[in-house]
C-alpha cells in the first residue's frame, strides 16, 4: 500500500476495522502466540547457536509488544495511532540493525548451529506466523498502525521459511554461512518494512496536525 494518505486512511477518527471487535481478539491471539514463539525461539536458539533463531526470538518478542501497543491505541484519534506506529517502525529498524551485529559477530566466531533444531523450530515457528497472518490479512491495508501490525506478521514468516532454508543450507554444507545470509535476509526485511512504517506515519502526522490546525481556525 502507498505511504500516502488517501480517502478514510486520512481521517482523525479510529478507521472502522480498527474498532472492529474481531480485529481486537485478533491481536490479543497475536499477541500471546508471539510472547510464547519468543521463549521456544530464544531457548532454541540458544542451544543451536543460531543466529537466525536468535534474530526471529527477538523479533517474536518485539511484535508481541507492538500488538500489545496496538491494542492500547486502537480507538484513539489519528495521531496517537501514527505515533504507536512510529514507535513499531523504529523498533523494526532497531532489530535489523541487532540482527546485521550478529551476523558480524557469528561471522567473525566462525560458529556452525545445529540444523535439525533450526528446521523444526522453524517449521513450528512459520505455523504459528501463518496462522497469524491469515487472521490479519482482511485488515492489511488499515491506517500505518495496522498496516505495521500486517508487515511484522508478513515478514515474520517469510523469515521462518528462511530459517528452514538455512537449515538444509548448514546441514547440508557443514558451514554456519547458510544461517548468517538468512539472518543477513532477515535484516533486510525488518529495516525495509520498518521504514515503510515510518515513512507513513510521519505522513499521517503531518495530516493529523493539519486537521487540528483547521478546526481550531474555525
Same mark, same amino acid.
Given at each position: 500500500?502507498?505511504?500516502?494518505?488517501? *480517502?478514510?486512511?486520512?481521517?482523525?477518527?479510529?478507521?472502522?476495522?480498527?474498532?472492529?471487535?474481531?480485529?481486537?481478539?485478533? /491481536?490479543?491471539?497475536?499477541?500471546?502466540? *508471539?510472547?510464547?514463539?519468543?521463549? @521456544?525461539?530464544? #531457548?532454541? &536458539?540458544?542451544?543451536?547457536?543460531?543466529?537466525?533463531?536468535?534474530?526471529?526470538?527477538?523479533?517474536?518478542?518485539?511484535?508481541?509488544?507492538?500488538? &500489545?501497543? =496496538?491494542?492500547?491505541?486502537? =480507538?484513539?484519534?489519528?495521531?496517537?495511532?501514527?505515533?504507536?506506529?512510529? @514507535?513499531?517502525? !523504529?523498533?523494526?529498524?532497531? %532489530? #535489523?540493525? %541487532?540482527? @546485521?551485529?550478529?551476523?558480524?559477530? &557469528?561471522?567473525?566466531?566462525?560458529?556452525?548451529?545445529?540444523?535439525?533444531?533450526?528446521?523444526?523450530? #522453524? /517449521?513450528?515457528?512459520?505455523?504459528?506466523n501463518?496462522? @497469524?497472518?491469515?487472521?490479519?490479512?482482511?485488515?492489511?491495508?488499515?491506517?500505518?498502525?495496522?498496516?505495521g501490525?500486517?508487515?511484522?506478521?508478513? *515478514?515474520?514468516?517469510?523469515?521462518?521459511?528462511?530459517?528452514?532454508l538455512?537449515? /538444509? &543450507?548448514? %546441514?547440508?554444507?557443514?558451514?554456519?554461512?547458510?544461517?548468517?545470509?538468512?539472518?543477513?535476509?532477515?535484516?533486510?526485511? !525488518?529495516?525495509?518494512? #520498518?521504514w515503510?512504517?515510518?515513512?507513513?506515519?510521519?505522513?499521517?502526522?503531518?495530516? =493529523?496536525?493539519?486537521?487540528?490546525?483547521?478546526?481550531?481556525?474555525?
Open positions: 500500500m502507498s505511504v500516502h494518505c488517501h *480517502n478514510d486512511h486520512c481521517h482523525d477518527h479510529a478507521p472502522a476495522g480498527s474498532t472492529d471487535p474481531r480485529y481486537r481478539r485478533v /491481536l490479543w491471539i497475536a499477541l500471546i502466540v *508471539n510472547a510464547a514463539m519468543f521463549m @521456544v525461539e530464544m #531457548g532454541a &536458539g540458544m542451544r543451536s547457536g543460531s543466529a537466525s533463531l536468535l534474530a526471529d526470538a527477538i523479533d517474536f518478542l518485539g511484535d508481541a509488544a507492538n500488538y &500489545g501497543l =496496538s491494542l492500547w491505541v486502537l =480507538s484513539m484519534a489519528l495521531a496517537w495511532r501514527a505515533r504507536a506506529a512510529l @514507535v513499531k517502525g !523504529a523498533s523494526m529498524l532497531a %532489530f #535489523g540493525i %541487532f540482527v @546485521v551485529g550478529r551476523v558480524a559477530w &557469528g561471522a567473525w566466531q566462525g560458529i556452525t548451529p545445529e540444523p535439525i533444531t533450526m528446521g523444526s523450530i #522453524g /517449521l513450528l515457528a512459520l505455523a504459528a501463518l496462522g @497469524v497472518a491469515v487472521l490479519l490479512y482482511a485488515w492489511r491495508d488499515g491506517d500505518a498502525n495496522m498496516r501490525v500486517w508487515l511484522c506478521t508478513r *515478514n515474520d514468516a517469510l523469515g521462518n521459511v528462511a530459517v528452514m538455512a537449515a /538444509l &543450507g548448514v %546441514f547440508g554444507t557443514g558451514s554456519g554461512w547458510p544461517d548468517l545470509v538468512v539472518a543477513t535476509v532477515m535484516a533486510g526485511l !525488518a529495516i525495509t518494512g #520498518g515503510a512504517v515510518v515513512r507513513q506515519a510521519l505522513q499521517e502526522l503531518k495530516v =493529523s496536525k493539519t486537521q487540528t490546525v483547521a478546526s481550531a481556525l474555525k
